[in-house]
């Protein structure tokens, strides 16, 4: 599932070519994805212009000059082609601007969605609301988190994903922090210590900061919009190396939390 770094990565390539134009056409190729199109999703996007392109969490979000915000949630496998050389039959939404820029959002699987919200009331947009502060601004603290982790004994890896503690972490880009770190991903979160937090928090920055630079981590059906695969996958320390060695000289070890797999190292992590 593309996380946080693929969503801002889209979000900046997507920026080049609609940030300040106009839309001038818009077709709908199937009535839903996960969720049914908005009903009025041609009538409001076709003419407004875009005024700004940003992300919350892992939500991609497009104000137009109509006082509404076109958002969209890339699923599984959804991601936006720029001129491509042809429509294809997962080219769910495609927009023309003024400019002559065809951008299609493309799913495969059908697990994205886009709605359109009043751009004056996004804070009581049901996900939006309780979502905890985005990990690369400054609310981000080792503070909120010793505050959010007192008298938890749920793991800090589980509580890391609650997006109302932190939005928009996901499985890999934890992994990786916690390793980053050296905290136990199984150790109950109220337990941390202070010093590991004031660790944890910048190890969170870098990992999505390199992952960004980096184009994403390219798994199953994503790409960047100009079709270039992200290589952070490449940069992996822990997630998906379960029996590889450690930078440390230990063993990248596998467990399941939550449902979901977790990489670690027991010797560096504590």
């Known amino acids: 599932m593309p996380e946080l770094p693929e969503v801002e990565t889209t979000v900046r390539g997507l920026a080049r070519f609609l940030e300040g134009e106009r839309i001038a056409r818009v077709s709908v190729h199937r009535p839903d994805l996960r969720r049914p199109?908005?009903?009025?999703?041609?009538?409001?996007?076709?003419?407004?212009?875009?005024?700004?392109?940003?992300?919350?969490?892992?939500?991609g979000l497009i104000d137009l000059d109509r006082g509404q915000t076109l958002i969209f949630h890339l699923g599984m496998s959804g991601r936006w082609r720029i001129d491509p050389e042809e429509i294809g039959k997962h080219d769910h939404l495609v927009m023309e601007t003024g400019a002559g820029h065809v951008l299609a959002l493309?799913?495969?699987?059908?697990?994205?969605?886009?709605?359109?919200?009043?751009?004056?009331?996004?804070?009581?947009?049901?996900?939006?609301?309780?979502?905890?502060?985005?990990?690369?601004?400054?609310?981000?603290?080792?503070?909120?988190?010793?505050?959010?982790?007192?008298?938890?004994?749920?793991?800090?890896?589980?509580?890391?994903?609650?997006?109302?503690?932190v939005a928009g972490l996901g499985n890999i880009y934890v992994c990786e922090a916690l390793h980053r770190a050296r905290i136990r991903p199984d150790k109950p979160a109220g337990k941390v210590s202070m010093a590991k937090l004031k660790r944890l928090v910048p190890a969170i920055r870098e990992v999505l900061l390199e992952s960004i630079a980096a184009g994403g981590s390219s798994m199953r059906d994503y790409a960047k919009p100009d079709g270039e695969l992200g290589y952070f996958a490449t940069r992996w320390q822990v997630y998906g190396r379960e029996g590889e060695p450690c930078h440390c000289g230990g063993t990248v070890e596998r467990m399941v939390q939550g449902g979901r797999s977790t990489f670690f190292c027991r010797k560096c992590q504590r």
Request: proline share 8%; hydrophobic share 45%.
């Open 106 to 165: 493309n799913d495969a699987r059908r697990f994205g969605f886009v709605e359109l919200w009043p751009e004056d009331d996004l804070d009581h947009y049901p996900p939006f609301a309780g979502m905890g502060p985005e990990p690369l601004g400054a609310d981000l603290t080792a503070r909120h988190l010793a505050d959010a982790f007192a008298g938890r004994i749920s793991p800090i890896k589980v509580l890391l994903l609650d997006q109302r503690i």
């Open 37 to 59: 199109f908005p009903a009025d999703l041609v009538q409001v996007v076709t003419g407004a212009r875009v005024v700004r392109l940003w992300r919350r969490a892992k939500y």
